[in-house]
């Protein structure tokens, strides 16, 4: 399977996944404030990792799409959720090319489609006991329990590494928190409940963990780089957002390490400014820093590194099944995450 293939079948998934969560959303009021707006993120499209994972996971192990498809909706409205309250969070101002749900509404509504949303995934998470059964239906739904938890401590620890100014950080530091708010939900999870499914149960989830790990890190730290360096018009969010927005990114960990004494001062006396007051320019100069002290090409080889043991992980415990087109959509995602440009 070739790059355009694997994108082709992202959209194919997501596609489904976007009916499924229209399906979710009742029609009700008040739409103004709250129903009419619960479909704005997915209908904005996005990459679809999360319901693609899952879904091609569930039918390498042999189930059908049908079978998984109320788990991936679960997880693309969670993800959808998550990103309204992160762009409050970091202040944001675009999100897919438009303005933040809290730049066009405001935080407040925000704040509460996004809660609803939460809500909401419960829905098809309870519709998989008729589709599943009920033990297979609570595996699923703890699955689902952990993801949310880890995802706030992962959170927790990043906005509360900005409220400190913390620049004392190591990369170890920085791998545990994407574990965290990353990888658990964006990977790991999608991976274990969709074998789950298409296994009726039989695997063992926790043998796909390093493998979700180290396909969620190689994703984080591109995304990261992209970020900093990739083009407004495809990556879709403001470039240099996290460095104005003060994300402890690999970047930025490696360049407080390698600066010198008055440019780590620099850097934190930026970092210790509000957000909204922090000069575009002085970010720049930080990305001027990231680029000579050779950060950005660190980064990306860690991302390529990492990428290649998620690859050593899935033919470890894909390699037996059967060849089919969902397993090599699945091998072929783990090498475009390094080469993506978006």
């Known amino acids: 399977m070739d790059t355009a293939q694997m994108k082709q079948k992202l959209v194919d998934y997501g596609t489904e996944t976007l009916l499924g969560i229209h399906a979710f959303i009742p029609e009700k009021e008040p739409k103004q404030y709250l129903y009419g707006l619960l479909s704005d993120y997915p209908n904005r499209g996005g990459k679809g990792f999360r319901p693609g994972l899952c879904i091609a996971s569930c039918k390498a192990f042999g189930g059908k799409l049908q079978e998984a498809k109320f788990s991936a909706i679960a997880l693309e409205m969670l993800h959808n959720a998550f990103l309204i309250h992160d762009d409050v969070e970091d202040e944001s101002f675009y999100r897919r090319k438009k303005p933040t749900m809290h730049e066009a509404t405001s935080r407040a509504i925000a704040i509460n489609v996004g809660d609803m949303l939460n809500a909401l995934s419960l829905s098809p998470l309870w519709r998989n006991r008729d589709l599943l059964g009920e033990k297979l239906s609570q595996r699923i739904f703890l699955e689902i329990q952990h993801l949310i938890t880890e995802s706030a401590e992962g959170q927790a620890l990043e906005l509360g590494w900005r409220k400190d100014n913390r620049c004392d950080l190591t ?86 390490e390698k600066c010198s004494a008055s440019e780590r001062r620099f850097i934190k006396g930026f970092l210790n400014i509000p957000i909204l007051d922090r000069n575009l320019a002085e970010a720049k100069t930080i990305l001027d820093f990231m680029h000579s002290y050779g950060s950005i090409t660190y980064a990306k080889s860690t991302s390529r590194y990492l990428a290649g043991a998620a690859l050593k992980e899935f033919y470890t415990h894909f390699s037996h099944l059967e060849d089919s087109e969902d397993k090599a959509f699945l091998e072929r995602i783990i090498l475009y995450m390094i080469n993506r440009d978006y």
């Not at 979700?212 to 780089?225: E, L, P």
């Not at 360096?229 to 407080?256: A, F, N, Q």
């Open 171 to 256: 990369e170890t530091d920085y791998l545990r928190m994407i574990l965290k708010k990353t990888c658990w939900y964006t990977c790991i999870h999608p991976i274990r409940i969709g074998a789950l499914i298409g296994s009726k149960g039989a695997v063992k989830p926790d043998d796909f963990n390093r493998l979700g790990y180290f396909m969620g890190a190689a994703f984080q730290i591109q995304d990261d780089v992209l970020n900093l360096v990739g083009e407004e018009t495809s990556y879709g969010k403001e470039i240099g957002g996290d460095i104005m927005e003060g994300k402890r990114t690999l970047m930025l960990i490696h360049l407080l």
